[in-house]
T-cell receptor, first 113, second 112 residues
Framework: DQQVKQNSPSLSVQEGRISILNCDYT??????FLWYKKYPAEGPTFLIS?????DKNEDGRFTVFLNKSAKHLSLHIVPSQPGDSAVYFC????????????FGTGTRLTIIP | ETGVTQSPTHLIKTRGQQVTLRCSSQ?????VSWYQQALGQGPQFIFQ???????GRGNFPPRFSGLQFPNYSSELNVNALELDDSALYLC???????????FGSGTRLTVV
């Protein structure tokens, strides 16, 4: 039972354009959502999070949007840079800081110079 | 500020053997979690420790066990290894509060 789904295994975007990564979830009990970035041979690195009481959170080039009614969130990266090429994981938690993270299967983003 | 460090980085074991993986959490972080990441999958939650007590467990059999020490470092023990246990094992520590978990680089376990 995959409670967090990333339906696009890969995405290629031209440098300077916007990258949009999508994530869907099924569990209404999730309260916090996070995006992690992972390079090969490294652990996931926290990027940005959003609480279920918000619909948008922005941090520099990264913006996360949450649509609770659709159980959908997205990560926007603009402008995309070559260093953004990595695997991006969406994760959800029921009570952030005290509970497990449920991860999606990841989207491999490739930025084309 | 040191991050999360895991040892060893790579390990090869034979089916039926036992393995211990180690994790030093980020300074001051009192919560540590372990995840298993199989090839092509997202990390799957194994269990979490908070101040030396198990504080949640995922869908893993009892042969996966853990410890957290007073300095908040942690161990993951796996008994009776199976081929499907081959994966990247990630340790993550947190202080809570919405800033996310800090992950180590993982231990790549191969069971042959």
């Amino acid at each position: 039972d995959q409670q967090v789904k990333q339906n696009s295994p890969s995405l290629s975007v031209q440098e300077g354009r916007i990258s949009i990564l999508n994530c869907d979830y099924t569990n209404s009990m999730f309260d916090y959502f996070l995006w992690y970035k992972k390079y090969p041979a490294e652990g996931p690195t926290f990027l940005i999070s959003i609480s279920s009481i918000k619909d948008k959170n922005e941090d520099g080039r990264f913006t996360v949007f949450l649509n609770k009614s659709a159980k959908h969130l997205s990560l926007h990266i603009v402008p995309s840079q070559p260093g953004d090429s990595a695997v991006y994981f969406c994760a959800a938690a029921g009570n952030f800081g005290n509970e497990k993270l449920t991860f999606g299967t990841g989207t491999r983003l490739t930025i084309i110079p | 500020e040191t991050g999360v460090t895991q040892s060893p980085t790579h390990l090869i074991k034979t089916r039926g053997q036992q393995v211990t993986l180690r994790c030093s959490s980020q300074s001051g972080h009192n919560t540590v979690s372990w995840y298993q990441q199989a090839l092509g999958q997202g990390p799957q939650f194994i269990f979490q420790y908070y101040r030396e007590e198990e504080n949640g467990r995922g869908n893993f059999p009892p042969r996966f066990s853990g410890l957290q020490f007073p300095n908040y470092s942690s161990e993951l023990n796996v008994n009776a290894l199976e081929l499907d246990d081959s994966a990247l094992y990630l340790c993550a520590s947190s202080l809570g509060g919405g800033k996310g978990y800090t992950f180590g680089s993982g231990t790549r376990l191969t069971v042959v």
